[in-house]
T-cell receptor, first 112, second 112 residues
Framework: DADVTQTPRNRITKTGKRIMLECSQT?????MYWYRQDPGLGLRLIYYSFDVKDINKGEISDGYSVSRQAQAKFSLSLESAIPNQTALYFC???????????FGPGTRLTVT | GNSVTQMEGPVTLSEEAFLTINCTYTATGYPSLFWYVQYPGEGLQLLLK?????DKGSNKGFEATYRKETTSFHLEKGSVQVSDSAVYFC???????????FGSGTRLLVRP
């Protein structure tokens, strides 16, 4: 079984709709992250969480919100989706600062 | 601020050719450096890392040496295979940071 899972894997939604992307991990890591990947831009950090009560904005948090329901679960929400949020979204986890991050398989989101 | 620059792709090689993907960085202090690989339809996987100057990371025939004097971390492989076709990301993490800063990625295509 995969250590970091994301659901759904693909989603098409319409402008203005609310959508939630979910991430679960079995690695026992405290730190979890949400990134988006756009062609030619690499990965950019949206939000990160160091534990259930510690949530922080990344470099591109506008238009997104997150919820850390448990150590193992970290959800990303788009309150009112817009077309320029069409991207590949990745969840990642890490044990502690300075350690490598482990990525989920990604969610491909298309906003029409 | 910290940043990573890597060569634009795609890089197209024949099987058994020598591979170099250039990566340079800008950072204060002593960052850790990483190469991640993304195979088609999958998330990112850590390929190798180096945490201090002159360290050499290696894995699956790939190598990269942390060169502080040239602020570089070039990825090399002596003989590529078709199965190495993927997108390769160079990344850094600052010495007092949680954040991974990614380059824009380089697509490698290896032809039989």
């Amino acid at each position: 079984d995969a250590d970091v899972t994301q659901t759904p894997r693909n989603r098409i939604t319409k402008t203005g709709k609310r959508i939630m992307l979910e991430c679960s991990q079995t690695k026992g890591h405290d730190r979890m992250y949400w990134y988006r990947q756009d062609p030619g831009l690499g990965l950019r950090l949206i939000y990160y969480s160091f534990d259930v009560k510690d949530i922080n904005k990344g470099e591109i948090s506008d238009g997104y919100s997150v919820s850390r329901q448990a150590q193992a679960k970290f959800s990303l929400s788009l309150e009112s989706a817009i077309p320029n949020q069409t991207a590949l979204y990745f969840c990642a986890t890490s044990h502690s600062p300075g350690h490598e991050q482990y990525f989920g398989p990604g969610t491909r989101l298309t906003v029409t | 601020g910290n940043s990573v620059t890597q060569m634009e792709g795609p890089v197209t090689l024949s099987e058994e050719a020598f591979l170099t993907i250039n990566c340079t960085y800008t950072a204060t202090g002593y960052p850790s450096l990483f190469w991640y690989v993304q195979y088609p339809g999958e998330g990112l996987q850590l390929l190798l890392k180096a945490t201090k100057a002159d360290d050499k990371g290696s894995n699956k025939g790939f190598e990269a040496t942390y060169r502080k004097e040239t602020t570089s971390f070039h990825l090399e492989k002596g003989s590529v295979q078709v199965s190495d076709s993927a997108v390769y990301f160079c990344a850094l993490m600052g010495d007092s940071s949680y954040k991974l800063i990614f380059g824009s990625g380089t697509r490698l295509l290896v032809r039989p």
